[in-house]
C-alpha cells in the first residue's frame, strides 16, 4: 500500500516538474517581469504621470510588454490563451475571451505612430479567422490607421487611457456589440521599404 502510494507522489512529481519545464525560461522570465509590473501598475505606481508610464512600457522587452498585457486580462478575470512561442506567432501575440467573445491580440510597442500596415496586416488576419481584434499599442494613432479600422469589421485600438485603464486595472471594456459593417472597403496598398 505504501509503495503505491509513494510511487503515485513521485508521478505526480514528475508530472509536474516536466509541465513546468516546458515553458521556457525565457518565457517564465518575461511572465515574472510582467506580473511584477501589473503589480506595480494596479498598486503604488498607479497615480504616477501618463509619460512615466509610456515610458516605462517602451523601455520593457517587447515579449515582456505581450505578457504584461495578457496578465492584464487575465487579472480581469478573463480567459487569455498564450501562444507556445513568441517568434513565429502569425501575427498573434495572444487570444483573450471576454463574455464568450475570443479577440486576437497584437501588441505593438511604438515610440511614433503606428503603421497603417501593420494595422492592415492584422485587419486581413482577424477577417480570415473570422474572428475580432484588439490592436492594442504605445505610440499615436494616425489617420490613415483610423482609416484601416473604420474600414475593417471588428478590429479595435487600443491605445492612450484605455490602454492604461486596461493596465492598472480602471474600468476597461471593449466593444462587445455585433462588429460594425464597413462603410466603404478601404483599399490600402502597401509600399515596399
Known amino acids: 500500500m505504501n509503495l503505491v502510494l509513494i510511487l503515485i507522489l513521485c508521478t505526480a512529481l514528475l508530472a509536474l516538474l516536466f509541465r513546468h519545464d516546458r515553458i521556457p525560461i525565457r518565457h517564465r522570465w518575461r511572465r515574472r517581469q510582467a506580473r511584477e509590473m501589473c503589480e506595480q ?3 503604488r505606481d498607479r497615480d ?31 480567459r487569455v490563451i498564450r501562444n507556445c512561442r513568441y517568434t513565429g506567432d502569425g501575427g498573434v501575440d495572444g487570444e483573450v475571451i471576454i463574455d464568450g ?14 503603421r497603417p500596415e501593420h494595422v492592415w496586416d492584422f485587419a486581413q488576419l482577424c477577417a480570415t479567422r473570422r474572428q475580432r481584434g484588439l490592436f492594442i499599442h504605445t505610440g499615436r494613432t494616425g ?49 515596399s521599404s
Do not use: N
Open 41 to 43: 501598475l494596479r498598486g
Open 101 to 114: 467573445i475570443r479577440f486576437l491580440i497584437q501588441a505593438k510597442r511604438y515610440k511614433d505612430a503606428i
Open 48 to 78: 504616477q504621470p501618463v509619460a512615466l508610464h509610456y515610458a516605462r512600457f517602451r523601455a520593457m522587452d517587447p515579449l515582456a510588454f505581450e505578457e504584461l498585457l495578457l496578465e492584464a486580462f487575465e487579472r480581469r478575470g478573463h
Open 143 to 191: 489617420g490613415m490607421s483610423r482609416a484601416v479600422v473604420d474600414g475593417a469589421t471588428g478590429i479595435q485600438i487600443v491605445s492612450g487611457q484605455k490602454l492604461l485603464a486596461l493596465l492598472t486595472g480602471a474600468p476597461f471594456l471593449p466593444d462587445l456589440c455585433e462588429p460594425r459593417r464597413p462603410r466603404e472597403t478601404i483599399a490600402f496598398r502597401r509600399t
